[in-house]
C-alpha cells in the first residue's frame, strides 16, 4: 500500500463547476499538507500549503485537512479552462515530500 | 526572487553514457531536494541537501547515482552508466527550511535512447 493514496482520474467537469480533489495517506506523521497544479512538461508549481488540520482558502482554492481521518481535500470553484492541469497531493513530517500519484483535471469550456 | 533554475531541460544521451543535471535554487534557500518523475505518477524522492551537506539518500538512488552541492548553492546530479530505466524527468526543489513549502523548477527530461 502506498503512503499517499489519490484518483488518478481523469476528471472532466464544464467551465464553472465546483472540483473536488481527494487524497488519504497512511503515515500519522505527516504535519504539512501541500497542493501543486502541474502543466504538462513543467514543473509542479505550489498552491496551497497548510500545517495539521483545518481549512486553507485562497480565492477560488479552499484545502482541508482532516488528520484524524488522514484526508485531505482541494476544492476549485467557478472552474475555469485555464485550471485543466494534473494536481498533486503531497505531505510531509518536515523534509522530503511524498506525493500522491496527481489526478488529471480538464475543465471543459 | 528567480525562482529555481534547472539545466539542461532535455538531455537525450545513448544508453551506458554518464549525464549531470544541474539545479540553481532560490537564492538564500538552505534546502535543496532532487526528485523523479516518470509518465503518470507522483514525483518521488531521491535526495537532499542541508546547505553543503547531504542528510537523506532514498533507497531508488542507486550507486550510478551521485549528487553534489559543494559550496552550499547550486546541485548537480550526475548518473552514471545510464540505463534504460533512468528515462524521467529529474525535478529540483528548495526550501529555506525544513517546514517551508518546496518551491520546483521545470526539471530536466532525459531520454534514453
Known amino acids: 500500500q502506498k503512503e499517499v493514496e489519490q484518483d488518478p482520474g481523469p476528471l472532466s467537469v464544464p467551465e464553472g463547476a465546483i472540483v473536488s480533489l481527494n487524497c488519504t495517506y497512511s503515515?500519522?506523521?505527516?504535519?504539512?499538507f501541500m497542493w501543486y497544479r502541474q502543466y504538462s512538461r513543467k514543473g509542479p508549481e505550489l498552491l496551497m500549503y497548510?500545517?495539521?488540520?483545518g481549512n486553507k482558502e485562497d480565492g477560488r482554492f479552499t484545502a482541508q485537512v482532516d488528520k484524524s481521518s488522514k484526508y485531505i481535500s482541494l476544492f476549485i470553484r467557478d472552474s475555469q479552462p485555464s485550471d485543466s492541469a494534473t494536481y498533486l497531493c503531497?505531505?510531509?513530517?518536515?523534509?522530503?515530500?511524498?506525493f500522491g500519484q496527481g489526478t488529471e483535471l480538464s475543465v471543459k469550456p | 526572487d528567480t525562482g529555481v533554475s534547472q539545466d539542461p531541460r532535455h538531455k537525450i544521451t545513448k544508453r551506458g553514457q554518464n549525464v549531470t543535471f544541474r539545479c540553481d535554487p532560490i537564492?538564500?534557500?538552505?534546502?535543496l531536494y532532487w526528485y523523479r518523475q516518470t509518465l503518470g505518477q507522483g514525483p518521488e524522492f531521491l535526495t537532499y541537501?542541508?546547505?553543503?551537506?547531504?542528510?537523506?539518500k532514498s533507497r531508488l538512488l542507486s550507486d550510478r547515482f551521485s549528487a553534489e552541492r559543494p559550496k552550499g548553492s547550486f546541485s548537480t546530479l550526475e548518473i552514471q552508466r545510464t540505463e534504460q530505466g533512468d528515462s524521467a524527468m529529474y525535478l529540483c526543489?528548495?526550501?529555506?527550511?525544513?517546514?517551508?513549502?518546496?518551491?520546483f523548477g521545470d526539471g530536466t527530461r532525459l531520454s534514453i535512447l
Open positions: 526543489a528548495s526550501s529555506s527550511d525544513g517546514y517551508q513549502p518546496q518551491h
Open positions: 541537501f542541508q546547505n553543503e551537506a547531504q542528510l537523506e
Open positions: 503531497a505531505m510531509s513530517a518536515g523534509g522530503k515530500l511524498i
Open positions: 503515515n500519522s506523521a505527516f504535519q504539512y
Open positions: 537564492s538564500e534557500h538552505n534546502r
Open positions: 497548510t500545517y495539521s488540520s
